[in-house]
């Protein structure tokens, strides 16, 4: 059989127009796919790429992600068809999938930066292993990314007005943050996080405010943030 030669193109980092549902999708093969992220000429590496069918449609629509190499390349292995592709960091391309063979794209997106962060509980006591998650400046889907370490420090590459927020286990997530651009910046991200549920005791009174055996009771709620 004869390989295909690659089909390239081109994406910017501007605004994403509106679409059309993409109905283009062939189920009956799979073809490679590999998109180049590059940032003012240079590959970015440790980015996550998103591929997906339709970028209006559904906002929990089948997905499949990738993240880029040293090279700045994340590699797919899609149905046959036409696939748009974003970054985390904005960006938008569309690339034409052909079933055994290979295509490829580029997608240049705008400045990008090393992101530091502190995932903490209260009392500073650090985090280990929480979730560190990210959205696109565009996007409402969060994307987990990477994890705090031991000493609950993070960092990863994202563009400027990038969310980002914190999960971990018995703690209520995070609100997000909005990643400052370069000349806002003013050190590593903090997030604080609170315990899932939060315990409250009161007397128990009647309507008459009379004290009903001068017993307390215990009930768990969840905080009104979450």
Known sequence: TTTAPPLLVTGTSDP???????????????????????????????????ACADVTGDA????YLATSDATGAARFRLPGGIWTCRTIAGGLVDARV??????????QIGPVQQVLGIVVEAGER????????????????????????ADGTFGLV???????????ESYAPSSPQRV?????????????LQREC???????????ITRLNSSHSSVSRMPSSA
């Open 158 to 168: 994202a563009g400027t007005g990038s969310r980002i927020a914190v999960r971990s």
């Open 16 to 50: 994403l127009p509106a679409r059309v549902p993409n109905t283009r999708i062939v189920r009956n093969g799979l073809g490679e796919l590999v998109v180049t992220v590059r940032s003012e000429g240079a590959p970015v590496a440790n980015m996550l790429v998103l």
């Open 98 to 107: 052909t079933p055994e063979a290979q295509a490829q794209a580029e997608l």
């Open 126 to 149: 650090p985090v280990a292993n929480a979730e560190v998650l990210v959205a696109p400046p565009q996007g409402e889907r969060f994307y987990p990314l990477v994890h705090s370490g």
């Open 198 to 208: 939060a315990r409250w005791q009161g007397k128990v009174v009647d309507r008459k």
């Open 180 to 192: 400052p651009s370069p000349r806002e910046a003013a050190g590593a991200l903090h997030f604080v």
């Open 60 to 63: 929990w629509q089948e997905e």
